[in-house]
């Protein structure tokens, strides 16, 4: 199981009110109680969080904020020591407006070799003052930025897919592939297992820059470029001993262009966004691991089980909506929600994602049960993706709120006694009950159901890699079986439903009527194996 730290949001060990690698050590204990095998943290590099770190400044160095280099080596030598491995971000599509690559590309004005690590274009007009094109950025608005040359005059313009401090880099240049390849060796060399890539499908842009149109293809997203990229850094973590990971932020609609990225020469996983946005319905859900199953076989990658991350509404929140599917399109403000519903569906598939075949990921807080905060007062709200959208999108700022340790009221033990800033992002007072404290040592939290799921996917056998069979169900009702003597029911239908044989109960989302499976919830069985369809069970 791989957990997701955000490091701003963590767990803060200087007390200026932002999370750090100094309260990501204090709670490695935690996390190796959880049962956690790797941890993949967001950035954490020199930027001037234009959008929380993601436009990097330096990828060879930790924000001052964060900590530094040297105690992020000891993060990651401390949690090896634990049996944990590390994944770290990597932001290959953008960097900073502050890197110093761009600076010099403006500093030396239009002739300036830098420029061409980039995507600088004259505008369209006689004046050069149109935009070179029409796109829409991945956070809706304008994707071109004017410049000013250093005489004063306007200049050409640059490419940003993201906020107009994030400029694009330029793939085809041959210094920006290399300077990557250098930058995963650099941290790979400290010791890091994997490397987590954002944005993973923008990297290539058709240079003729068309315009998206119906029918044609899209000049910046899936181009079939990118490949070659990822072939090359699949050798660089090849040429290291062990086991190096690549992984990727893959948002890919078609099943058969996401498996292109997971070819045996490419990554070696990608995040399924496709389970993560899927309604809580037992026929979508089924869709939806079927297609996922599918599309991984042939390239024999393994198939990952995402609920929330930084980036979507947190899926306590969803699940107790009338509409339980996430898109960043449909994402607004007011949507009503029912969190003791959504608790429960929350509960119930943490036991279906924890129990598929692949790799499980969870974000952090998810183990707590933490919902969507959704009434951050508007002046402290940070997210781009929010100010971008007129205030239309909410932001994402609900789901990076600083997690609730210990204690009665905020800041929950986030940041130590002797603290002299207040949290980044103001928690609910109602999280009192969702501190680790709080949870730890009853049976009836999400803390100690993910503890015990956990503990059971990495002694049983059946768990993990490896093949699933779905068995005869009710309407509304998911029932597969994992070799050997493992079954999960997840009942999803509005009336309880009987369990079948079985020799133990191994762990059930919430309580059970005798031997009927509540509706929107969950349990994990000793059963025998299955009978072939068509054998003779004499």
């Known amino acids: 199981m791989i957990y997701q730290v955000y490091p701003r949001s963590f767990a803060d060990g200087n007390g200026d009110g932002i999370g750090d690698i100094a309260g990501i050590r204090s709670r490695l204990n935690y996390l190796s109680t959880l049962g956690v095998d790797a941890i993949w943290f967001s950035p954490w590099y020199p930027s001037p969080m234009a959008d929380a770190g993601y436009d990097v400044a330096d990828y060879r160095d930790i924000d001052p904020v964060f900590g530094t280099l040297a105690e992020a080596e000891a993060l990651i030598a401390e949690a090896h020591a634990l049996g944990i491995r590390t994944i770290v ?29 980039f995507w600088f274009r004259p505008g369209r007009g006689p004046n050069g003052d149109q935009r070179p094109t029409d796109w829409v950025g991945e956070f809706g608005g304008e994707t071109w930025t004017r410049t000013t040359d250093p005489d004063g005059t306007p200049g050409d313009w640059y490419l940003h897919l993201f906020t107009a401090e994030q400029p694009d880099f330029n793939w085809d240049h041959p210094r920006v592939r290399a300077e990557f390849e250098d930058i995963l060796r650099f941290w790979f060399d400290r010791g890091v297992d994997g490397i987590r890539i954002d944005s993973a499908g923008l990297l290539v842009k058709d240079g003729s820059l068309p315009e998206t149109l119906p029918g044609r293809p899209h000049p910046f997203r899936d181009l079939d470029g990118v490949h070659e990229i990822y072939r090359a850094w699949r050798r660089v973590a090849d040429s290291y001993p062990g086991d190096r990971a690549l992984i990727g932020e893959v948002w890919m609609p078609d099943r058969q262009r996401f498996a292109n990225y997971l070819r045996p020469d490419e990554l070696h996983a990608a995040f399924n966004f496709d389970f993560l946005g899927c309604a809580w319905d037992a026929a979508a859900l089924r869709e939806s691991i079927d297609g996922t199953l599918s599309a991984h076989a042939p390239v024999g990658a393994p198939a990952t089980w995402v609920l929330s991350n930084h980036d979507v509404t947190r899926h306590v929140t969803r699940y107790g909506r009338a509409d339980t599917t996430f898109s960043f399109a449909a994402k607004r403000e007011g949507i009503p929600t029912d969190l003791e519903l959504g608790t429960r569906r929350a509960r119930a598939a943490a036991l279906l994602s924890l129990s598929l075949p692949g790799a499980a990921y969870v974000y952090q807080g998810e183990e707590l049960g933490l919902w969507e905060v959704e009434d951050i007062p508007r002046e402290l709200r940070q997210d781009p993706m929010h100010f971008r959208s007129g205030g239309v999108d909410p932001g994402r700022d609900g789901c990076r709120v600083p997690l609730p340790w210990s204690g009665e009221t905020p800041p929950f033990d986030f940041s130590p006694d002797e603290a002299t800033g207040t949290p980044w992002l103001p928690q609910p007072a109602d999280w009192k009950d969702r501190t680790a404290q709080a949870q730890a040592g009853d049976e009836r939290s999400m803390l100690e159901l993910y503890r015990r799921a956990i503990a059971i996917r990495r002694a049983d056998p059946a768990l993990g890699d490896g093949a699933m069979t779905w068995l005869p169900a009710p309407e509304g009702v998911l029932a597969y079986h994992r070799s050997p003597g493992f079954t999960c ?29 509540p509706p929107d919830t969950a349990v994990w069985l000793r059963t025998a194996e299955p009978i072939p369809a068509g054998s003779d069970p004499a």
């Open 489 to 517: 029911l997840v009942n999803i239908s509005a009336g309880a439903v009987p369990l079948p044989p079985h020799t133990e109960r191994l762990l059930a989302s919430g309580p059970l009527d005798d031997d009927l499976l």
């Open 89 to 117: 971000d990597v932001v290959p599509n953008h960097c900073s407006d502050a890197h110093p690559w761009f600076q010099a590309a403006l500093a030396g004005g239009p002739d300036a070799p830098e420029r061409d690590l």
